[in-house]
């Protein structure tokens, strides 16, 4: 499913340290695909932790890292960035991110 995907940014500080409340966003059109959030170990053949959503985002102008906050607009769930890989295509960039 097509849908925005909001990456938020993170608080600024002060000299001390404290974060402030002020926390802004960038909204971006992304392909969004739901998982179950576990899967099945190779090994043990038990549960273990996994993505709840991958998306796609097609030419994101800001970098991302491990553990950087995203909202999905049309279900309203706050996710972290667990995985990303990035490929350049074509003088563009596809990035995609696993969230949990």
């Given at each position: 499913?097509?849908?925005?995907?909001?990456?938020?940014?993170?608080?600024?500080?002060?000299?001390?340290?404290?974060a402030?409340?002020?926390?802004?966003?960038?909204?971006?059109?992304?392909?969004?695909v739901?998982?179950?959030?576990?899967?099945?170990?190779?090994?043990?053949?038990?549960?273990?932790?996994?993505?709840?959503?991958?998306?796609?985002?097609?030419?994101?102008?800001?970098?991302?890292?491990?553990?950087d906050t995203?909202?999905?607009?049309?279900?309203g769930?706050?996710?972290?960035?667990?995985?990303?890989?990035?490929r350049?295509?074509a003088?563009a960039?596809?990035?995609?991110?696993?969230?949990?």
């Open positions: 499913m097509t849908d925005q995907v909001q990456h938020w940014k993170d608080p600024l500080r002060d000299v001390f340290g404290k402030s409340d002020v926390r802004g966003f960038t909204e971006h059109s992304a392909r969004i739901f998982t179950p959030g576990v899967r099945l170990g190779e090994a043990s053949r038990q549960n273990v932790p996994d993505a709840a959503a991958t998306i796609w985002l097609f030419d994101h102008p800001r970098p991302i890292a491990i553990g995203f909202m999905l607009v049309s279900s769930d706050v996710l972290k960035a667990i995985r990303i890989e990035r350049a295509i003088g960039a596809l990035t995609k991110v696993y969230l949990s």
